[in-house]
Nanobody
Framework: QVQLVESGGGLVQPGGSLRLSCAAS????????MAWHRQAPGKQRELVAA???????NYADSVKGRFTISRDNAENTVYLQMNSLKPEDTAAYYC???????????????WGQGTQVTVSS
């Protein structure tokens, strides 16, 4: 079994910062892709930032220059540093990863349970 567990969400004032974490646990063999998505009420889920295995990070235009995605391979953890937060960043943030479990020939897509980020004064 593989699980993704997010943490770090909360309430922050406009202009503030938050750091989200997502740790993969269980039978994690190899991780080829990790990303963060978000979904605001009444809106579709959107890709915020992605970190392909061995590739460069890519970001949604709305967060470029403000958000940074990074990864700790030893801890199987991906982070999202969010600076200069705006009210429109308010959403549930979800971690997503392509993982090949130990003993499996195939990779599968996994999602975390989500963590709420609210930007409000």
């Amino acid at each position: 079994q593989v699980q993704l567990v997010e943490s770090g969400g909360g309430l922050v004032q406009p202009g503030g910062s938050l750091r989200l974490s997502c740790a993969a646990s269980g039978s994690v063999g190899s991780i080829n892709y990790m990303a963060w998505h978000r979904q605001a009420p009444g809106k579709q889920r959107e890709l915020v930032a992605a970190l392909p295995g061995g590739g460069s990070p890519n970001y949604a235009d709305s967060v470029k220059g403000r958000f940074t995605i990074s990864r700790d391979n030893a801890e199987n953890t991906v982070y999202l540093q969010m600076n200069s937060l705006k009210p429109e960043d308010t959403a549930a943030y979800y971690c997503n990863a392509l993982i090949k479990p130990w003993g499996s020939r195939y990779q599968s897509q996994y999602w975390g349970q989500g963590t709420q980020v609210t930007v409000s004064s």
